[in-house]
């Protein structure tokens, strides 16, 4: 079972249709609909992570790698994994408590302002801005990956040519978030008792994907624009919506035209 959010309204944004989701959650089953709909597979990235502000998450008395930390992103649409969902820039050929070069994990500077040896400028604790600030090494990060299902017409013969030309997946090839949908909240991750600890919100504005191109049967891959967060003191980073594909789900539809 897969689990996806159900849509309760709709509205036009830039001329195309966005969701409003309500928070409890339905099941439904990959390929196995009872009515016809649009599966549209989608993920969230960010790149150009960078941190500067106030962040206090890993100082002494914990007992794990002061002061370097792994941090998570929970958003509407993924939950946080202590994986590589923002990476850093700290592995164990710069420091050895941090994780082995290779592992997704690459850490920040989590105690940036509580202990005065962690704190800037140090190059040893900020890789960035003459060494008061923190910026990640590598590129985009998945931080979310999840489904859509758009209710969606079985395919019609609109002209009386024999050929299906309506419905199926030919308008559903979209993801739309409005602001207060579209968030990352960064936690940082402290083994070896599961801890995770609050850094940051970024708060992000609203976004469309849509697929490149569209049938009644599949949605192409799509991207968003990359934007930048909402400023908050403390971190930054740029997110797009990644459509992975789709496929229209039958749901008991025959089609009395030729679907191509």
Same mark, same amino acid.
């Given at each position: ?18 969701? @409003? @989701? ?18 549209? &597979?989608? !993920? ?12 206090? $998450?890993?100082? *002494? ?10 941090? =998570?992103? &929970? !958003? ?7 994986? =590589? ?13 941090? *994780? ?20 800037? *400028?140090?190059? /040893? ?30 395919? @019609?013969? !609109? ?5 299906? &030309? $309506? ?23 402290? *083994?070896?008792? =599961? ?52 496929? /229209?789900? /039958? =749901?008991?539809? !025959? ?6």
């Amino acid at each position: 079972m897969q689990i996806t959010y159900q849509p309760t309204a709709f509205c036009r944004l830039g001329g195309v249709v966005a969701l @409003f @989701f309500l928070p409890e959650l339905m099941l439904a089953q990959l390929g196995g609909g009872a009515t016809p709909a649009c599966l549209v &597979d989608f !993920s969230l990235q960010n790149q150009n992570r960078m941190v500067f502000g106030a962040v206090n $998450t890993e100082c *002494p008395p914990t007992i794990h790698s002061i002061p370097f930390g792994n941090w =998570g992103v &929970d !958003s509407l649409y993924g939950r946080r994994e202590d994986g =590589g969902q923002f990476q850093g820039w700290c592995q164990n050929n710069h420091d050895p408590q941090c *994780p082995p070069v290779g592992d997704a994990r690459m850490e920040w500077n989590s105690c940036t302002t509580q202990e005065p040896e962690f704190r800037a *400028p140090n190059c /040893f604790y900020y890789n960035y801005n003459a060494c008061y600030w923190q910026r990640t090494v590598t590129g985009g990060n998945h931080y979310a990956n999840n489904f859509i299902r758009w209710p969606a017409a079985c395919p @019609f013969d !609109s002209d009386n040519d024999g050929l299906c &030309d $309506t419905g199926g997946c030919l308008k559903w090839c979209q993801v739309g978030l409005q602001p207060e949908e579209n968030y990352m909240e960064l936690y940082e991750h402290d *083994p070896p008792f =599961g801890r995770w600890d609050l850094v940051a919100r970024l708060n992000y504005p609203a976004q469309i994907a849509r697929s490149a191109s569209s049938t009644m049967r599949n949605c192409s891959e799509g991207f968003s624009n990359w934007v930048i967060n909402l400023h908050n003191g403390i971190a930054e980073a740029d997110m797009r919506i990644w459509i992975r594909g789709g496929q /229209f789900e /039958f =749901g008991g539809c !025959s089609p009395a035209c030729f679907l191509p």
